[in-house]
């Protein structure tokens, strides 16, 4: 069955530098999505893009954040100088809906990013 | 604005038996899904369950149920004769204008 892949798994790095977080939806999908869990918190929404552009985004989603498309597969989310409460769960999720609503998120397994 | 509400941050049950989470939401929308996510210690979410609110019959997913009372924006998830590896947190969330998650409730299942 297809999946939402997300590298990498685990990343490390220091205070202002920038991060690139890496994700691959599932082929046929349309919409994307990233999502920010602080530790023992709730998960929330950052961004939301298709046809390469932002389509909706949140008030965490700053100047600091970007996202890509770079290619036909990846969908990346950058953070340009990382602070330490962006320590978090980073979800990758796409939907293969055109409307951008009524289908179901498929999330990745997830990113752990840690700022020292 | 949305919101959805998970009112018990931790559940326990005896293995085999049956534990029903609770989930209350809010939205102006019209239209809008229901779903309930597990996120076992690995931290991935995955799908457990999904409900249409425009559809009046509860959705039902092997062990999973839901039962879904939409005057009262209630979404409770039923787990019927639970196993060790139901042991997770369970998020309720509610896609209108956008998915929104609860808090979660953390399921512990006692062997």
């Known amino acids: 069955e297809p999946e939402v892949t997300q590298t990498p798994s685990h990343q490390v790095t220091q205070m202002g530098q920038e991060v690139i977080l890496r994700c691959v939806p599932i082929?046929?999908?349309?919409?994307f999505y990233w999502y920010r869990q602080i530790l023992g918190q709730k998960v929330e929404f950052l961004v939301s893009?298709?046809?390469?552009?932002?389509?909706?985004k949140s008030e965490i989603f700053d100047d600091q954040f970007s996202v890509e498309r770079p290619d036909g597969s990846n969908f990346t989310l950058k953070i340009r100088s990382t602070k330490l409460e962006d320590s978090a769960m980073y979800f990758c999720?796409?939907?293969?809906?055109?409307?951008?609503?009524?289908?179901?998120?498929?999330f990745g397994p997830g990113t752990r990013l840690t700022v020292l | 604005a949305q919101t959805v509400t998970q009112s018990q941050p931790e559940m326990s049950v005896q293995e085999a038996e049956t534990v029903t989470l609770s989930c209350t939401y809010d939205?102006?929308?019209?239209?809008?899904?229901l779903f309930w996510y597990k996120q076992p210690p690995s931290r991935q979410m995955i799908l457990v369950i999904r409900?249409?609110?425009?559809?009046?019959q509860n959705a039902t997913e092997n062990r999973f149920s839901v039962n879904f009372q939409k005057a009262a924006k209630s979404f409770s998830l039923k787990i019927s004769d639970s196993q060790l590896g139901d042991a997770a947190m369970y998020f309720c969330?509610?896609?209108?204008?956008?998915?929104?998650f609860g808090q979660g409730t953390r399921l512990t299942i006692n062997p």
């Open positions: 893009f298709y046809n390469n552009e932002i389509s909706e």
């Open positions: 082929s046929n999908h349309l919409y």
């Open positions: 969330a509610c896609l209108a204008q956008k998915l929104v």
């Open positions: 409900q249409e609110a425009y559809k009046q």
């Open positions: 939205t102006s929308e019209s239209d809008y899904y």
């Open positions: 999720a796409s939907i293969r809906s055109r409307s951008g609503r009524w289908d179901t998120q498929y």
